[in-house]
């Protein structure tokens, strides 16, 4: 079966950097997104992987490895309004998109 | 600019009681689609639409129906509501042209069917 791991919950502090992780197994593999929901909003995209390497915007990155089936969304110079969840997805060969359960950042001052 | 608009946000059902779901969108998107949003669960699509006068299932379909009524509008409905129908529903959108996962939502409609 297709699956998305990622973990359920992290804690940072603000100020500081946070990886967020997420592994794949899916038939195929024809990109990967991470997008942003904060608690009771839509999910807003925040990047977009299909080839392997990192993808920085701003304060955010990116990071895929196609041959571990990995990706890692990391976060710098946190604040508090980063606090939400993260969700990773990924399409596959068929080009339907496969959603992780997304992972709950808290922040802390 | 608007995006993507879902009516209503909020909604209790009785069991067994129909409601429909409308989504419009300002974008000139040519896909539109309908996900349901569980807690532990990643978003599950239900149908979609790929233009005017199209839709397809997706992966979990039973129980719902939908109509592409125009390019800005999409509905979703449910004829007879089941309790396993409570659930935070999104539709989204996007662009024939863009990435496959670029996709733009709407603020959700929440449902509780009792």
């Known amino acids: 079966g297709q699956n998305i791991d990622q973990p359920t919950e992290m804690t940072a502090t603000e100020g500081a950097i946070v990886q967020i992780n997420c592994t794949y197994q899916?038939?195929?593999?024809?990109?990967l997104f991470w997008y942003q929901q904060h608690a009771g909003e839509a999910p807003t995209f925040l990047s977009y992987n299909v080839l392997d390497g990192l993808e920085e915007k701003g304060r955010f990155s990116s990071f895929l490895s196609r041959s571990k089936g990995y990706s890692y969304l990391l976060l710098k110079e946190l604040q508090m309004k980063d606090s939400a969840s993260y969700l990773c997805a990924v399409t596959d060969s068929n080009y339907q998109l496969i959603w992780g359960a997304g992972t709950k950042l808290i922040i802390k001052p | 600019n608007a995006g993507v608009t879902q009516t209503p946000k909020f909604r209790v059902l009785k069991t067994g009681q129909s409601m429909t779901l409308l989504c419009a969108q300002d974008m000139n998107h040519e896909y539109m689609y309908w996900y349901r949003q569980d807690p532990g669960m990643g978003l599950r699509l239900i149908h979609y639409?790929?233009?005017?006068?199209?839709?397809a299932k997706g992966e979990v379909p039973d129980g719902y129906n939908v109509s592409r009524l125009n390019k800005r509008e999409f509905s979703l409905r449910l004829e007879s509501a089941a309790p396993s129908q409570t659930s935070v529903y999104f539709c989204?959108?996007?662009?024939?042209?863009?990435?496959?996962?670029?996709?733009?939502f709407g603020e959700g409609s929440r449902l509780t069917v009792l």
């Open positions: 639409s790929v233009g005017e006068g199209t839709t």
């Open positions: 989204a959108s996007r662009s024939a042209g863009g990435e496959i996962g670029e996709l733009f």
């Open positions: 899916t038939s195929g593999f024809n990109g």
